[in-house]
């Protein structure tokens, strides 16, 4: 019901940069979709880290051009490691089955690879990785809802349990609830000015109890007067006043 009462969508720019980057990479979402643009906000935060790791690569292998080719794999493995761990730590990511995943896009395995082993890069059958890598891709949905919960996308994760994530979009005022079933949205009043305090207990009450949660953005007047007047309306004539 919300929605009827809140119209706001995503910015047409951001649906046309996602466009862009799912006609290039062949993605097959749907960009009239927000829980699809959520996705390829997480697809282009990855391509940036995998990109940025690529740099670190190239720096370090030109700046030890003269004496590269006579390193071994393990040798330039380790330069590289080196400057690597210097921004690894500001990279998003997390854990899966006991593999760090820096680009969910790709399976644990090239992840582990690109962070540890590096190096592969120089191998020719690796080599094609920087731009042709469509062939290696996996669905980002595999990871399930940790892709959600680490910061990859252009949403605010603002709370989680076991089975479902909660999203903020601050620019629109706009909440999303994610589970293994898919993507709901909750959209409040534009120009409401929300704390961190009123965000963490909306994710905590829209986790538990959507009911509270409505309350919550009553009391608050998050909400547009029309609204408030017809959920109160309702719950009348549920409780047949």
């Known amino acids: 019901m919300l929605e009827k ?9 951001i ?14 979402y749907d960009t009239k979709n927000e829980f699809d643009l959520i996705k390829l906000s997480i697809f282009e935060t990855s391509l940036r880290q995998k990109k940025k790791i690529e740099s ?8 030890l051009f003269d004496m590269w080719e006579h390193l071994s794999f393990y040798e330039r493995n380790d ?3 080196l400057e690597l761990d210097k921004v690894i730590n500001n990279l998003n990511s ?5 593999t760090d995943i820096y680009i969910p896009f790709f399976d644990p395995l090239l992840n582990k690879l690109y962070i540890q082993e590096i190096a592969i890069l ?8 920087y731009h042709d890598f469509n062939e290696r891709l ?5 990871y399930g809802l940790n892709i959600y919960k680490n910061g990859f996308s252009m949403m605010q994760e603002i709370g989680y349990n076991e089975n479902e994530v909660v999203l903020y979009y601050p620019n629109d005022n706009i909440f999303y609830k994610i589970n293994k079933e898919g993507m709901r949205r909750f959209p409040i009043l534009k120009k409401a000015e929300l704390s961190e305090n009123d965000l963490t207990k909306l994710s905590e009450l829209l ?10 953005l009553i009391d608050k007047e998050f909400v547009k007067k029309r609204f408030i007047k017809k959920i109160i309306r309702k719950r009348r004539k549920n409780n047949g006043k």
């Open 5 to 13: 009462y809140h119209k706001q969508k995503l910015d047409k720019q």
């Open 138 to 142: 996996i669905p980002i949905e595999y």
């Open 94 to 98: 997390f854990e899966f089955e006991s």
């Open 56 to 63: 670190i690569y190239e720096s370090v292998r030109s700046s």
């Open 79 to 81: 330069l590289i490691r």
């Open 122 to 129: 120089e191998l020719p059958q690796f080599l094609k990785l």
């Open 207 to 216: 986790l538990n109890d959507e009911s509270e949660f409505i309350d919550y």
């Open 15 to 28: 649906r046309k940069k996602y466009e862009l980057i799912n006609k290039q990479y062949d993605l097959g």
